[in-house]
């Protein structure tokens, strides 16, 4: 079973910088496709950004483009978000998630895996 432990979520002011890593264990890491979705109160869990098997290929929703971007280092089985000028809109609770299907992933397909979420705070 594949087990996904995210870590670097927190407080911060609006136009400050933020990294979320995710650690993969319990698989191949480089057999799965990797992403990050968001879910604030209230509202659905969204994609933000999305990274294929090789680390050649992604995708980054109209939302946070220009400001987030998404790498993994297989050596290390870790998958980062770099999050640049955050919004007071962009608090959410930040879920990392693993599949083997990365075009499903940014067509809403369901996903296999999921970490347990971090908390980011953007706020004054």
């Known amino acids: 079973q594949v087990h996904l432990a995210e870590s670097g979520g927190g407080s911060v002011q609006p136009g400050g910088r933020l990294e979320l890593s995710c650690v993969v264990s319990?698989?191949?890491?480089?057999?799965?496709?990797l992403a990050w979705f968001r879910q604030a109160p209230g509202k659905d869990r969204d994609l933000v950004a999305s990274?294929?098997?090789?680390?050649?290929?992604?995708y980054v929703a109209d939302t946070v483009k220009g400001r987030f971007t998404i790498s993994r280092d297989n050596a290390k089985s870790t998958m980062v978000l770099h999050m640049n000028d955050v919004r007071p809109e962009d608090t959410a609770i930040y879920y990392c998630?693993?599949?083997?299907?990365?075009?499903?992933?940014?067509?809403?397909?369901?996903?296999?895996?999921w970490g347990q979420g971090t908390q980011v705070n953007v706020s004054i």
């Open positions: 990274i294929n098997w090789g680390g050649d290929t992604s």
């Open positions: 998630a693993a599949d083997n299907n990365y075009f499903g992933i940014i067509r809403g397909l369901p996903i296999a895996f």
């Open positions: 319990g698989g191949t890491f480089v057999s799965y496709a």
